[in-house]
């Protein structure tokens, strides 16, 4: 929105209407000083736009004002809009808003001159009373009527957007369409330096309001037709496409919810990211956006669910069979429930509900389920300029959204009924298994932009404390098992484990007594070693000794025989 806007500044000096995303599509505003023609049929909101623009003035920007009507009295108009939150009876009581209101003759006939002298003074007295900066005369076309002479006509009209532009007076002149032309007598448009145009189409049965700034002298401008609502708080203009792609990024993870699921997505999503979980009926979409909704609501961060198919009390019964309680969060403030069906308005009033609770709500995470529902009954092309409008507004805000779509059985696996997978920064694919008479579901990550996500498909399942996603088994052909398959298959697996650590655990005890075996005959061995070394030891200790005892025999003799030779006489 910020890039549309500086791109639409000009030098014009502008003054702000204070209308939602009008402001954005004309560079700033309505020429200030000037005069803006507001063309369109019945019912598509030229008198709301008008006193919105001098209300807004009022309350936002100080400019008093002067609301002049052709058709209804001051107090119809201050009661048509009083529901709006617009007092007009207070601001006229302060004197920062006067309501003039010129009847007109049942009967008019064109004779004489034709001057709106008269009028000027009664515009000029009210706009001296309370020092007014912007005007609106409401429905002009009344007030030529009964004359044919458009030479006239462009005279006095033109003399009234002279007189207007002397006074320094920002107005707005609205106007019935006429059959070909902007304007009942096709000569307005010509005169006012710009000229907005307000259209009103029935689609497929639903109402579509579209605004377009059909020129805009001295200013560039938005020239495509915008959609935009009239709500419960007034003119809402859808103002581009798509806000741009200019918007900060965050690196900090936030839970799915999911400990199984993080694990796949390497610790979870990124902040402010668009999710898509994508899936045939009954393959657990709306579970995983209840698993985020309670894991981002524990972590004490707002939520807004937006359910397109299911009552907001449906959807916390069904969720508390997987072990859920949503009701805690949303009695706690924490979780809001914006339930309606997509048939119920146009894709605009669904936009701007949206972005008016977004406003008001200021949530961290979104869950819209589904986003299919938007498909019923308009075309694939307009649903998904709305829905990169909603991913733009999100991603701005740094909002973390959940988008559910349903796909059907014959739809490609990788495709959305709306187109939305390029746009999103994840996307979880769910699937339907049939195997062994079984209907099971699988999951696997799609597409993780910016994380380093498994490639690994698993089985998703839903029990009675919430989700688990389980390692998929493949056959000896390499089929997927999931199911009792997979029971069965992971049982003979464990079983031939189990057979196959017995048999590994008989052969090691083999081993461990043969080796007690050996090493008890080691040891018989070294003992009779043992004995053998000690009994040789012995018997050379006695010849030792013996060998000993002869030597000191053999001394003794000597010594006796030496002995007997000194003895004996010469």
């Known amino acids: 929105m910020a890039e549309i806007t500086t791109n639409l500044l000009s030098q014009l000096e502008k003054c702000p209407t204070g209308i939602v995303g009008f402001d954005e599509i004309s560079g700033g505003g309505l020429p200030l000083g000037r005069t803006c023609l507001l063309s369109g049929y019945a019912g598509t909101g030229k008198s709301l736009f008008g006193i919105e623009f001098i209300v807004h003035g009022i309350e936002q920007f100080g400019d008093h004002g002067v609301f002049v009507s052709f058709e209804e009295s001051p107090h119809e108009l201050a009661t048509n809009v009083a529901s709006l939150g617009f007092d007009l009876k207070e601001h006229q009581a302060q004197g920062r808003l006067k309501i003039l209101q010129v009847e007109l003759p049942n009967i008019m006939v064109e004779t004489g001159e034709y001057d709106l002298k008269a009028l000027f003074i009664r515009l000029n007295f009210a706009v001296q009373a309370v020092g007014a900066k912007r005007v609106v005369l409401d429905g002009i076309e009344n007030l030529f009527s009964a004359f044919s002479d458009l030479s006239i006509l462009r005279t006095e009209f033109r003399r009234l957007v002279n007189w207007l532009k002397e006074q320094n007076l920002t107005a707005i002149i609205t106007t019935e369409r006429g059959r070909y032309e902007l304007s009942r007598h096709g000569l307005e448009e010509y005169i006012a330096d710009c000229v907005i145009a307000l259209d009103l189409r029935i689609e497929r049965q639903l109402a579509t309001r579209r605004i377009r700034i059909v020129k805009y002298r001295g200013s560039a401008h938005g020239g495509d037709e915008y959609p935009f609502v009239l709500d419960s708080t007034g003119f809402v203009v859808m103002p581009i496409t798509s806000a741009g792609l200019f918007y900060e990024v965050s690196n900090e993870k936030v839970t799915s919810g999911i400990e199984s699921l993080d694990e796949l997505l390497a610790g979870g999503y990124y902040r402010g990211s668009s999710i898509l979980v994508s899936g045939t009926s009954g393959t657990g979409?709306?579970?995983?956006?209840?698993?985020?909704?309670?894991?981002?609501?524990?972590?004490?961060?707002?939520?807004?669910?937006?359910?397109?198919?299911?009552?907001?009390?449906?959807?916390?019964?069904?969720?508390?069979?997987?072990?859920?309680?949503?009701?805690?969060?949303?009695?706690?403030?924490?979780?809001?429930?914006?339930?309606?069906?997509?048939?119920?308005?146009?894709?605009?009033?669904?936009?701007?509900?949206?972005?008016?609770?977004?406003?008001?709500?200021?949530?961290?995470?979104?869950?819209?389920?589904?986003?299919?529902?938007?498909?019923?009954?308009?075309?694939?092309?307009?649903?998904?300029?709305?829905?990169?409008?909603?991913?733009?507004?999100?991603?701005?805000?740094?909002?973390?959204?959940?988008?559910?779509?349903?796909?059907?059985?014959?739809?490609?696996?990788?495709?959305?009924?709306?187109?939305?997978?390029?746009?999103?920064?994840?996307?979880?694919?769910?699937?339907?298994?049939?195997?062994?008479?079984?209907?099971?579901?699988?999951?696997?990550?799609?597409?993780?932009?910016?994380?380093?996500?498994?490639?690994?498909?698993?089985?998703?399942?839903?029990?009675?404390?919430?989700?688990?996603?389980?390692?998929?088994?493949?056959?000896?052909?390499?089929?997927?098992?999931?199911?009792?398959?997979?029971?069965?298959?992971?049982?003979?697996?464990?079983?031939?484990?189990?057979?196959?650590?017995?048999?590994?655990?008989?052969?090691?005890?083999?081993?461990?007594?043969?080796?007690?075996?050996?090493?008890?005959?080691?040891?018989?061995?070294?003992?009779?070693?043992?004995?053998?070394?000690?009994?040789?030891?012995?018997?050379?200790?006695?010849?030792?000794?013996?060998?000993?005892?002869?030597?000191?025999?053999?001394?003794?003799?000597?010594?006796?025989?030496n002995l007997a030779t000194i003895e004996k006489p010469l």
Not at 310 to 332: C, T, V
Not at 447 to 461: D, L, P, T, W, Y
Not at 551 to 561: C, I, M, Q
């Open 285 to 561: 979409k709306s579970s995983i956006a209840a698993h985020m909704t309670n894991a981002s609501c524990r972590d004490g961060k707002r939520t807004l669910y937006v359910a397109m198919e299911e009552s907001p009390q449906q959807i916390e019964r069904n969720m508390r069979s997987i072990g859920i309680n949503l009701a805690q969060w949303r009695e706690a403030g924490l979780l809001l429930f914006h339930a309606t069906r997509p048939t119920a308005n146009g894709l605009e009033k669904h936009l701007a509900s949206i972005t008016n609770i977004i406003t008001q709500f200021k949530p961290d995470v979104v869950v819209i389920d589904p986003i299919s529902a938007f498909d019923v009954g308009v075309n694939e092309e307009t649903v998904k300029l709305m829905l990169i409008r909603i991913v733009d507004l999100f991603k701005n805000k740094g909002i973390t959204v959940i988008f559910n779509s349903l796909t059907v059985g014959g739809d490609a696996e990788e495709r959305t009924s709306v187109g939305l997978s390029s746009l999103v920064d994840v996307w979880l694919l769910l699937r339907n298994f049939e195997f062994g008479g079984e209907r099971n579901r699988a999951l696997y990550v799609c597409k993780a932009r910016g994380i380093a996500h498994s490639n690994q498909v698993r089985e998703f399942i839903l029990s009675d404390s919430g989700i688990r996603l389980e390692n998929i088994i493949l056959d000896e052909k390499g089929n997927i098992l999931t199911g009792s398959a997979r029971i069965l298959r992971e049982t003979q697996i464990v079983g031939a484990e189990t057979i196959q650590k017995s048999d590994i655990q008989r052969r090691a005890d083999a081993i461990k007594k043969k080796r007690e075996l050996l090493e008890a005959q080691i040891a018989i061995m070294r003992a009779e070693f043992e004995d053998k070394e000690l009994a040789i030891e012995a018997e050379l200790e006695r010849e030792r000794l013996r060998i000993q005892a002869t030597g000191v025999a053999l001394n003794e003799l000597a010594n006796r025989r």
